[in-house]
């Protein structure tokens, strides 16, 4: 069972649209972080968010914390195929001492 | 990510033979994390380290695999004996601590690992 969930599992979809992916778990975490991965590098860090409730744009990204902290998504406004890639949510849980990755979101985005 | 060095980039190795894959972690970072990541999968759990110490292994099979963190020198990760189902990239991140309640991790561009 994974502690975090991540949805959906794969997307595909054309240049220009908007799409947003979610990162879910029953358990509440101190910090978040998304990520994204190209093939054949490392995941490239994006953002952390702390506070519950908490919203951050990053250009055309906007991230958001969940008021409970149990959650996140990722919101891409007009996608580009720049884009393209797989994105990681990964949080710490409150007292823990280690980071807990999600599967990944596999976005596509075709021109 | 470019802070944490990983070393080789890419491996290969034969069946039987040992594996040593090194990563630096990023200057003033002492915390170091070794993950796993199959083709079309995503980030697995091995293990965390601090200087000299084994904080968390429960991700890291019981045999053939070991993780080192010394005082002076980059993390190991060891795989003795590699199989062909070790053939994977291995990833490694490094943080400053969780003195604040939350912390980032920056990863390397990992070692891609083949074993013919």
């Known amino acids: 069972t994974q502690l975090l969930e991540q949805s959906p599992q794969f997307l595909s979809i054309q240049e220009g649209e908007n799409l947003t992916v979610y990162c879910n778990s029953s358990?509440?975490?101190?910090?978040l972080q998304w990520y994204r991965q190209e093939p054949g590098e490392g995941p490239v860090l994006l953002v952390t968010v702390v506070t519950g409730g908490e919203v951050k744009k990053l250009k055309r990204l906007t991230f958001q914390f969940g008021d409970a902290r149990k959650d996140s998504s990722l919101h891409i406004t007009a996608a580009q195929p720049g884009d393209t890639g797989l994105y990681l949510c990964a949080g710490t849980r409150r007292g823990g001492q280690n980071f807990v990755f999600g599967p990944g979101t596999r976005l596509s985005v075709l021109p | 990510n470019a802070g944490v060095m990983q070393n080789p980039r890419h491996l290969v190795r034969r069946r039987g033979q040992e594996a040593r894959l090194r990563c630096s972690p990023m200057k003033g970072h002492s915390h170091v994390y070794w993950y796993r990541q199959l083709p079309e999968e995503g980030l697995k759990f091995m293990v965390y380290l601090q200087k000299e110490n084994i904080i968390d292994e429960s991700g890291m099979p019981k045999e053939r695999f070991s993780a080192e963190f010394p005082k002076e020198g980059p993390s190991i990760l060891r795989i003795q004996q590699v199989v062909r189902g070790d053939s994977a990239a291995y990833f490694c991140?490094?943080?400053?601590?969780w003195g604040r309640g939350n912390t980032e991790a920056f990863f390397g561009q990992g070692t891609r690992l083949t074993v013919v």
């Open positions: 991140a490094s943080s400053s601590g």
């Open positions: 358990s509440v975490f101190s910090s």
